[in-house]
């Protein structure tokens, strides 16, 4: 690890436990929301994904001579309670978590994987590629939303209060994680507005894709 900052455990632990626990919603969300059998096993099939990242950055921890669930222990509050306070409701309150939700986290972990050695950021962008969501999510909500326009202002608060949550338990993490923190700093350079200028682009576009307005 000579060549990695202190914090890539702590990159490398939130980022592990948080594919680990999307596995899990995401499988619980297709057996108790989906509405039919394709929807399941569509959802079903971004959960494996969603695990077979969780292997790889096991691994990866394991290889650099660190323990896998020390160093995602830290972050079991944050991402529990993060769930916990963002539970779905029903199937779209679960595609639009999975997609949005989901994505203005990972954003801030791709920020701060900028500082990290070669090999890390490689593995860290191979788990943060879509994967198909984004297509999966879109197709469904937009088609939702045409079939029933209503359900546009619904969805649009829904992930409005996802991201909030997600931003509430970053500064916690941010809190308790100094390293971690440093590398989302080191990201931002001097201008810390402008990173956040990006993850707020990210997030809008993600929005606009679904064709839900973005909001303040």
């Known amino acids: 690890m000579s060549d990695s900052p202190a914090g890539v455990g702590d990159l490398l632990g939130v980022l592990a436990y948080a594919e680990l626990t999307a596995f899990l919603r995401l499988a619980e969300d297709a057996t108790r929301h989906a509405p039919s059998l394709a929807d399941r096993a569509a959802l079903g099939d971004l959960a494996a994904t969603e695990y077979a990242h969780f292997r790889l950055l096991h691994d990866r921890l394991a290889s650099l001579g660190i323990d896998p669930e020390?160093?995602?222990a830290p972050f079991v509050g944050p991402l529990d309670d993060w769930h916990t306070q963002t539970t779905p409701g029903d199937w779209l309150e679960a595609l639009v978590k999975a997609y949005v939700g989901t994505g203005i986290a990972l954003d801030f972990y791709r920020e701060?994987?900028?500082h990290v050695d070669a090999e890390t950021?490689?593995?860290?962008e191979e788990v943060l590629v879509?994967?198909?969501r984004s297509q999966f999510v879109v197709e469904r909500v937009g088609t939702a939303i045409k079939e029933d326009?209503?359900?546009s202002g619904r969805l649009a608060l829904w992930a409005r209060r996802m991201v909030g949550e997600a931003l509430s338990q970053g500064r916690h993490v941010a809190e308790a994680r100094p390293e971690l923190a440093k590398l989302l700093v080191e990201a931002a350079g001097e201008d810390?507005?402008?990173m956040f200028a990006r993850?707020?682009?990210a997030h809008g576009r993600r929005m606009a894709a679904?064709?839900?307005t973005p909001g303040p």
């Open 210 to 212: 679904m064709g839900l």
């Open 192 to 194: 810390i507005t402008r």
């Open 121 to 124: 950021r490689r593995l860290v």
């Open 70 to 72: 020390e160093a995602m």
């Open 149 to 151: 326009p209503t359900q």
């Open 130 to 132: 879509d994967e198909g």
């Open 112 to 114: 701060a994987a900028a």
């Open 199 to 201: 993850l707020t682009e």
